[in-house]
């Protein structure tokens, strides 16, 4: 019932920008911990970025300054603008959420969306 859908994803080139959004949708208690990965072909997937509730950012070493998350928690959406793109950047994203869909669950349950592909290419 619960759903995640990245979109945003497409093609761009070295130094571009590009910005990618992550829409939650079904019932919903609260979203909790929200994160971007990516996976690029023969490599394993990757934490990008991850965003708090309250706000409160993360970001892998290779895109800080780069990238930006952020989320607004009113209509269940997540955000990441990139920047200063590079090729090896070129990857799908996933968007990953940790939530409840019931107040009365004991514990979050981790939700993953279907990608959006990112290529970086002049």
């Known amino acids: 019932q619960v759903q995640l859908v990245e979109s945003g994803g497409g093609l761009v080139q070295p130094g571009g920008s590009l910005g990618l959004s992550c829409a939650a949708s079904g019932t919903i208690f609260r979203i909790y911990v929200m994160g971007w990965y990516r996976q690029a072909p023969g490599k394993q997937r990757e934490l990008v970025a991850i965003i708090t509730s309250d706000g409160s950012t993360n970001y892998v070493d290779s895109v800080k300054g780069r990238f930006t998350i952020s989320r607004d928690n009113a209509k269940n959406t997540m955000y990441l603008q990139m920047t200063s793109l590079k090729l090896k950047d070129t990857a799908v994203y996933y968007c990953?959420?940790?939530?409840?869909?019931?107040?009365?669950?004991?514990?979050?349950?981790?939700?993953w969306g279907q990608g959006t592909q990112v290529t970086v290419s002049s």
């Open positions: 990953n959420a940790h939530l409840r869909i019931r107040s009365g669950d004991p514990n979050p349950f981790s939700y």
